[in-house]
């Protein structure tokens, strides 16, 4: 499949706000409005973003209408996530991806947004990105690197300072995310192809034994053979058993189940629930060499 790049984010463009997750408290939203419209862009918080059933933000059907009617919109030139949480991986049988296809443009979001951009690019090529939710931008550490990523002045990252497990080059395509959101994709029609993929990992909250379950279904089901790099961010408030701790830490697992490949591994990158958080294109190739990570930029 071909990659389909979006055009690149220029001042004075409107950007879109939805919901894919969960709801979102109102004056995140507003507040994130406000800072973004002083950097010189417009919004348009579509109605969608606000919506509440249980802990999700609406049913998965209207999520899947805001996103196609947002790709539709030709006025709308980015779409962000309001925030992440649970249920984003709900809405895809109802997306029109003919639509996404027809109407490339930028979608950012982590964490369980990581189902939206590694399906849309599994089903139409479309190069999406890791970064942040919209309701973070205003305290986002990493805010000028992102905007010079989505405006194309900025096409590589520096992974020098970062733990290189194991040495080397590597070209493919950049995919993944959170790793028990892309553990959900695995065997579905939604699962990108990870033949030579620049593989990115984080997660939160969940126990490392947990993890260690994750990354050996990741090892079993083939994919760790077939990439070609794997970048670990953070596995931020990893949990743990008190009455029989599990033992293993998480270089001790990523070492196990990658054990014998020869492919570039790198752990604490820059990405992830903590502090850092680095935007970058899924979906698109790219090349690591020398501890730096760099893709073509959009345009």
């Known amino acids: 499949m071909n990659m389909l790049y979006p055009p690149a984010l220029k001042k004075g463009d409107t950007i879109g706000v939805m919901s894919t997750s969960c709801h979102v408290n109102e004056q995140d939203v507003l507040n994130a409005k406000e800072f973004i419209e002083s950097q010189g862009y417009k919004t348009y918080i579509h109605p969608q973003t606000f919506l509440k059933h249980n802990q999700s933000a609406g049913s998965a059907k209207e999520k899947a209408t805001a996103l196609n009617e947002l790709f539709t919109n030709t006025d709308i030139k980015a779409i962000f996530s309001s925030r992440g949480g649970n249920r984003a991986s709900t809405m895809l049988d109802s997306i029109d991806y003919d639509v996404v296809r027809a109407n490339p443009k930028i979608l950012i979001g982590y ?31 990493d805010y000028k690197q992102m905007m010079q990523v989505l405006s194309g002045d ?18 493919g395509t950049i995919l993944g995310g959170n790793l028990s959101v892309l553990q959900g994709l695995i065997g579905s029609q939604y699962q990108p192809n990870f033949k030579n993929a620049i593989l990115l990992l984080e997660d939160v909250a969940d126990h490392i034994s947990r993890y260690d379950r994750m990354l050996c279904h990741l090892k079993n089901a083939g994919i760790l053979n077939q990439i070609s790099a794997l970048i670990i ?16 830490s998480l270089e001790d697992i990523i070492s196990e189940h990658t054990d014998g490949l020869d492919i570039p591994i790198i ?21 690591l060499k020398n501890g730096t990570l760099s893709f073509k930029p959009l345009s």
């Open 111 to 141: 964490s369980d947004v990581t189902a939206l951009t590694n399906a849309l690019h599994a089903k139409t090529g479309l190069i999406s990105f890791q970064g942040p939710l919209f309701r973070e931008l205003e305290t986002h550490k």
């Open 154 to 171: 900025n096409y590589a990252l520096d992974l020098s300072d970062c733990t290189s497990l194991n040495d080397g080059v590597a070209e």
């Open 233 to 248: 961010g953070s596995f931020s408030n990893m949990k743990d058993s008190e009455d029989n701790p599990f033992g293993f």
């Open 267 to 287: 752990m604490d990158a820059p990405f992830g629930h903590e502090d850092r958080l680095i935007t970058l294109p899924i979906g698109a190739n790219a090349v």
